[in-house]
């Protein structure tokens, strides 16, 4: 690869650094097809940001100080629950990009490739749901936000295994298990688009826990520590939250996420 091109470090951190939430999508899409078309070099130079920028709104607030959402069938209700999710989805973009920014180096290429895949899936899901925010009267910013969805990275920041463990393997499967029961109650609203959009989230975030899941595998046992003990080990370390059903076994299933990860913590 010529000296001349970009550092892969750079432009993911240059992304990071985006705030404005049209702008950090328009910048991870460039960024995921530039590198797919050999247009960045496979270069660590720099480091990531402790913190990701971040738009003037929405505010975010403690998860104890976040308003009720309302009634999901009333239009608060319902702009409530688009501006939740846009959010999650949002920060995903942030947490994607960072992992790959992050341990990329050490992890390799195909690790690289693996979470840049999910941060363009992200920026994709946060445009829909803006989209959907916006045919509603509403846009993303218009409500407070849920403060905590990036202390799952500071908290490990310092260890690929801690971050493979707690994000993907606990916060988006955690999604993997809430997604249907919304699926159904909006498709029972007679919202057919929004139900489509959240199957295209559920089936995009199946392949990002399995994704994290086969490297938290490589990874363990490279150190020679078993997969299932390990993550109860970094869980019960690093995730501040409870692990609680309805879990969507199937689901996990597919993702390569076994009961047995759960043996011993639920």
């Known amino acids: 690869m010529p000296d001349t091109l970009p550092s892969l470090s750079s432009v993911i951190r240059d992304a990071l650094l985006t705030g404005d939430p049209r702008a950090k999508v328009m910048a991870t899409r460039k960024l995921v097809r530039d590198w797919r078309q050999g247009r960045l070099a496979f270069v660590f130079d720099c480091a990531m940001p402790d913190e990701p920028a971040r738009p003037e709104r929405p505010e975010l607030l403690a998860p104890s100080q976040m308003p009720k959402r309302g009634k999901g069938g ?33 992890m390799g290429e195909g690790f690289v490739a693996d979470f840049l895949s999910v941060a363009a899936d992200e920026a994709m899901h946060y445009a829909l749901l803006d989209r959907k925010l916006q045919t509603l009267g509403s846009h993303y910013g218009a409500l407070p936000a849920h403060a905590g969805l990036w202390q799952a990275a500071q908290e490990t920041r310092h260890d690929v295994a801690a971050r493979l463990a707690v994000v993907p393997m606990v916060l988006e499967a955690r999604g993997l298990d809430v997604t249907p029961a919304t699926l159904e109650r909006v498709r029972s609203q007679g919202d057919e688009n929004g139900a489509r959009i959240l199957e295209r989230i559920l089936d995009d975030e199946i392949r990002h826990v399995r994704f994290g899941t086969k490297h938290f595998d490589e990874v363990s046992r490279a150190r020679d520590e078993n997969p299932q003990k390990n993550w109860r080990n970094l869980v019960e370390r690093h995730f501040r939250g409870r692990l609680k059903p309805p879990f969507n076994d199937s689901a996990r299933e597919a993702a390569g996420l076994s009961r047995d990860y759960r043996t011993g913590i639920v």
Do not use: N, Q, T
Not at 90 to 106: K, N, P, W, Y
């Open 74 to 106: 009333s239009e608060r209700g319902r702009i409530a629950l688009w501006h939740a999710l846009a959010h999650i989805e949002f920060v995903a973009i942030d947490l994607a990009l960072d992992m790959a920014g992050r341990f990329g180096e050490s």
